[in-house]
């Protein structure tokens, strides 16, 4: 039993470590792709944010509907190919910005071994159901201190790519 809960422990901290450099990470793409294809302001200029969108089928059907592992898996794997379909055609055929291309790839396998994860593991998908909507993809956890630590170092990566990303959309000519 003892063997089985750090286990648990175990995959829920990879979990929060996962997520503490996600959104930073995502927000990071947004000023990447200021740098590659030259995109400064309007609507398109945000659009590497929506990278985060990979989350959807799990966040969706599998905690909100609490629907079943399997429709919850195939919804997320359609879901990955629609996504790298769009990434393609944003990101590498528009506006030929291959790095941003290549991660947001990498995030949407990610986010569908993560939701495979959490759908077959259930004291991760417990864990996360423990917290509120709101907090079910920013780090949590019930040790206050690792808590902490998660959260700082989340906040910290996130206002610096948030400056990072202004500054490559305003400030680089």
């Not at 398109?44 to 898996?73: C, H, N, Q, R």
């Not at 195939?74 to 290549?102: E, G, L, Q, R």
Request: proline share 3%; hydrophobic share 50%.
């Amino acid at each position: 039993m003892k063997m089985r809960h750090c286990g648990s422990r175990n995959i829920i901290l990879i979990w929060n470590i996962y997520l503490t450099i996600l959104i930073p990470f995502v927000v990071l793409l947004s000023g990447i792709w200021h740098l590659e294809s030259g995109v400064r302001h309007g609507k398109a200029a945000g659009l590497p944010i929506a990278v985060i969108l990979a989350f959807l089928p799990l966040v969706l059907f599998g905690l909100k509907w609490k629907m079943d592992s399997t429709f919850t898996i195939i919804a997320s794997c359609v879901w990955f190919i629609f996504m790298w379909k769009m990434a393609y055609y944003f990101f590498y055929d528009k506006t030929n910005s291959p790095i941003v291309y290549y991660s947001s790839v990498v995030v949407n396998i990610t986010a569908l071994m993560w939701s495979i994860i959490v759908k077959e593991y259930k004291p991760l998908e417990e864990h996360i159901l423990k917290y509120r909507q709101d907090q079910w993809l920013v780090p949590c956890s019930e040790n206050y201190k690792e808590n902490k630590v998660l959260r700082s170092i989340w906040l910290v990566c996130f206002i610096g790519t948030v400056v990072f990303s202004f500054v490559c959309q305003w400030g680089v000519k």
